[in-house]
């Protein structure tokens, strides 16, 4: 490692399946640098099938830092996340050590890196009006939000009760529309960390195939079992529940999907959000870009680390 990359923050942005993992790790190597993951669903321990943590082989190589440190019957938000990778960042920075910070979350890996501001602390009465709200008449609060934030509307997921309610709970909380032009800009605001930023680029067409690999792949090591375990020991939290294939196989063990039907749904809800971090790819500025498909990491990790310290 140089002199001149003591203390640098590189960011890695890449779509699940892509191996953006192995590339962390080459990288990291290379840099002498810690690994901050940037992913709402690796912080929860006893979930590191379907949550996708670092093998023990890739963290025997690596320092990782927010992974498995979450008990899944308590919630995350962003905000909680944010103040922990503050926390784990500042440290790394102050011992000497690069950093590299890495994920498939755009908002995320957003607030690792910047200065995002939150609409305030949750408001737990009026999370339960409006999802009681929602079970009687959830046309009604789509209306709603609809009415007070049209742009934050169109964004949701109508389909999603936990999004929905979120939202206007952070609508109301807030007193105006969320700041859908500061979304927009998501990447223009304040940082707090100078760094540099790369997209690993996929071959779309072999992505789709990965996804497809990798959820069998979750569902022959254990997944289900996983899930079952995960349950034993008491309630689970409603956002450890959001992370694919938890809600598809607590549907298997109650009874209501079949193993393949909640392969089939697994298998879709990754793909949609293959989609949407592609198209978060598609606006981070100034971003380094690295094809990867067909390289081994090693060879990518050797790539960027000429172009981030050159």
């Known amino acids: 490692m140089t002199d001149d990359a003591r203390g640098c923050v590189v960011a890695l942005f890449g779509a699940t399946g892509l191996?953006?993992?192995?590339?962390a790790v080459a990288l990291a190597e290379r840099l002498g640098a810690e690994i901050v993951v940037a992913d709402s669903m690796q912080v929860y321990?006893?979930?590191?099938?379907?949550?996708?943590?670092?093998?023990?082989?890739?963290?025997?190589?690596?320092?990782?830092?927010?992974v498995g440190f979450v008990d899944p019957?308590?919630?995350?938000?962003?905000?909680?996340?944010?103040?922990?990778?503050?926390?784990?960042?500042?440290d790394i920075l102050a011992r000497g050590v690069p950093v590299v910070v890495e994920g498939g979350s755009g908002l995320y890996?957003?607030?690792?890196?910047?200065?995002?501001?939150?609409?305030?602390?949750?408001?737990?009465?009026?999370?339960?009006?409006?999802?009681?709200?929602?079970?009687?008449?959830?046309?009604?609060?789509?209306?709603?939000?609809?009415s007070l934030d049209p742009v934050t509307a169109a964004r949701v997921d109508a389909a999603n009760p936990r999004r929905v309610v979120r939202a206007l709970e952070a609508v109301r909380v807030l007193g105006r529309p969320l700041a859908a032009?500061?979304?927009?800009?998501?990447?223009?605001?304040?940082?707090?960390y100078p760094h540099r930023l790369v997209a690993l680029e996929p071959e779309r067409a072999r992505?789709?195939?990965?996804?497809?690999?990798?959820?069998?792949?979750?569902?022959?090591?254990?997944?289900?079992?996983?899930?079952?375990?995960?349950?034993?020991?008491?309630?689970?939290?409603?956002?450890?529940?959001?992370?694919?294939?938890?809600?598809?196989?607590?549907?298997?063990?109650?009874?209501?999907l079949t193993l393949e039907q909640a392969a089939a749904a697994m298998r879709s809800r990754t793909h949609a959000l293959v989609r949407r971090q592609l198209t978060w790819m598609r606006?981070?500025?100034?971003?380094?870009r690295e094809p990867v498909e067909g390289r081994p990491p090693d060879e990518v990790a050797a790539a960027l680390l000429a172009r981030v310290t050159g």
């Not at 191996?19 to 590339?23: D, F, I, L, R, S």
């Not at 321990?45 to 830092?65: C, D, K, V, W, Y």
């Not at 032009?181 to 605001?189: C, N, V």
């Not at 606006?283 to 380094?288: G, I, M, N, R, S």
């Open 45 to 66: 321990r006893g979930l590191p099938i379907l949550t996708n943590q670092p093998s023990a082989e890739l963290m025997a190589r690596a320092r990782f830092h927010l």
């Open 181 to 192: 032009a500061e979304r927009g800009a998501l990447w223009r605001l304040p940082e707090r």
């Open 73 to 90: 019957r308590d919630e995350w938000s962003v905000a909680a996340y944010a103040e922990a990778a503050h926390a784990a960042i500042d």
């Open 283 to 288: 606006k981070l500025p100034e971003a380094l």
């Open 207 to 256: 992505l789709r195939e990965r996804v497809d690999a990798r959820v069998q792949a979750m569902l022959a090591a254990g997944a289900l079992d996983e899930v079952r375990s995960a349950r034993a020991a008491g309630p689970l939290s409603r956002t450890v529940t959001q992370a694919i294939g938890v809600r598809e196989l607590l549907g298997v063990l109650d009874g209501e």
């Open 109 to 146: 890996l957003r607030a690792a890196l910047g200065r995002l501001t939150f609409a305030g602390r949750p408001d737990p009465a009026l999370r339960r009006a409006l999802e009681a709200a929602w079970a009687r008449d959830p046309d009604g609060v789509l209306a709603e939000l609809r």
């Open 19 to 23: 191996g953006k993992t192995e590339v």
